[in-house]
């Protein structure tokens, strides 16, 4: 049994974005522990969005960005991402491999597996907070990276799950670094039955069968 | 008024008006299927996501097996012509490095494959491709059927003239592999 996307309450999405904060912070939380500054984050964004609503949700289709993609099964599938644009993945790789601020200028196979591992330990760290959140068994795949077009790197993702849905309720945590251009986007895409596994895990599950 | 419309993801999308461009922004896996009439002056483009619909049929411009008959109904239903269609493809990139498990990172070459099985079917061969490799692509169809193709780090640049007149009509068989990665086959002829 799924959940009608369409008929998710208000409530349902409120817990969403509990997830989505607790994922978000807790991987925000090994960043700023990792680079030693502090991290803000905004409020997170649940959605329902089409392909092409997901693939254009940062604006900016054709503007470069690196994308870290991890797959995720078990319990409740789903997928997560972490996503940057192009100046704030130099911002971060100047951070990452000590070097002066503005003095990445381009990202290359050392840079972008800098950003890979990173990525991997911030997907990794959002994924374990809903792991333990909701006391659902969650595995990760191995992460992927991709830097490219905003929307090609978002539609490459998107194609996975693709097949399901028309549309796929997406929580987007926006986050930044508070004295610098760093920014990024924790994208979280739970299949739709794994929504219902989540809000079950979570004690919502009398409002999603009676709703 | 030129028009331009943008053709996101599932969708088609056909224009006849003088000035006016179809644009695929940001393929990545996806393919953006050009396609054109020189007499009638009819341009399509589908934004194909996946090879095989598997029989659903909601939203055939989702699929390559339901999109190809779809974007050539709608095409002749604005006066174009199956026998005059000329195709060009762009996208079917792989963009993700360290492919993960489980997750379907090859489906850009399996596009390509499965919209030319569609065409194919059609009696249609694409008269110039750029796909597979790992760049992501926007593409651009223009009312005089000029296909347009950006890759980030390249200049932009004319992958087909589907108006050309001096080009015979569909017949061209050029093919190509897509796991062997880029393939440019530009009809412009050489200022």
Redesign the interface.
């Known amino acids: 049994m799924t959940i009608a996307l369409e008929n998710l309450s208000e409530i349902h999405t409120d817990v969403l974005r509990e997830v989505g904060n607790i994922g978000a912070g807790n991987a925000m939380t090994s960043l700023a522990t990792m680079l030693d500054c502090k991290v803000d984050m905004s409020v997170p964004r649940v959605s329902l969005m089409s392909l092409s609503e997901f693939a254009q949700m940062t604006g900016g289709a054709e503007a470069l960005s690196v994308g870290i993609y991890m797959p995720v099964e078990g319990e409740a599938p789903g997928h997560v991402a972490f996503l940057l644009p192009e100046q704030a993945a130099m911002r971060l790789v100047d951070r990452l491999l000590g070097r002066a601020p503005g003095e990445t200028t381009e990202l290359g196979d050392l840079e972008c597996s800098a950003l890979m591992e990173v990525g991997n330990i911030l997907t990794s760290s959002h994924l374990m907070a809903i792991c333990d959140m909701t006391g659902l068994q969650l595995l990760t795949c191995p992460p992927a990276l991709a830097y490219d077009m905003t929307a090609a790197i978002l539609s490459s993702i998107a194609v996975n799950f693709a097949s399901l849905e028309e549309r796929a309720v997406t929580i987007v945590t926006r986050i930044e670094e508070a004295s610098d251009t760093m920014e990024g986007y924790f994208i979280y895409v739970p299949e739709p039955e794994s929504l219902m596994r989540i809000l079950r895990a979570l004690g919502m599950i009398e409002q999603v069968t009676h709703g | 008024m030129a028009e331009t419309l943008m053709v996101?993801?599932?969708?088609v999308k056909i224009t006849r008006s003088a000035g006016g461009v179809l644009i695929a922004?940001?393929?990545?896996?996806?393919i953006g299927v050009c396609a054109y009439d020189p007499q009638a002056r009819v341009a399509g483009m589908a934004h194909v996501?996946?090879p095989d619909s598997?029989g659903?049929t909601?939203?055939p411009g989702?699929f390559a097996d339901t999109a190809i008959p779809f974007l050539v109904e709608a095409m002749r239903r604005e006066g174009a012509s199956v026998t005059r269609i000329r195709v060009a493809l762009a996208g079917g990139?792989?963009?993700?490095?360290?492919?993960?498990?489980?997750?379907?990172?090859d489906?850009?070459p399996r596009n390509a494959e499965a919209v030319q099985a569609a065409l194919e079917r059609l009696n249609i061969y694409p008269v110039a491709m750029d796909v597979g490799g790992s760049?992501?692509?926007?593409v651009h169809l223009y009312h005089d059927g000029v296909v347009r193709v950006?890759t980030?780090g390249q200049p932009e640049r004319d992958l087909a003239a589907l108006g050309d007149p001096e080009r015979a009509y569909g017949g061209n068989t050029f093919r190509t592999n897509p796991a062997q990665g880029t393939a440019v086959v530009p009809l412009r002829k050489a200022a």
């Not at chain 2, 922004?25 to 996806?30: D, E, F, I, N």
């Not at chain 2, 792989?94 to 990172?105: K, V």
């Open positions: 996101g993801m599932g969708e922004l940001g393929l990545g896996s996806c996501v996946l598997a659903n909601e939203v989702k990139a792989q963009l993700f490095r360290h492919q993960g498990t489980g997750a379907r990172l489906v850009g760049a992501g692509r926007t950006k980030i």
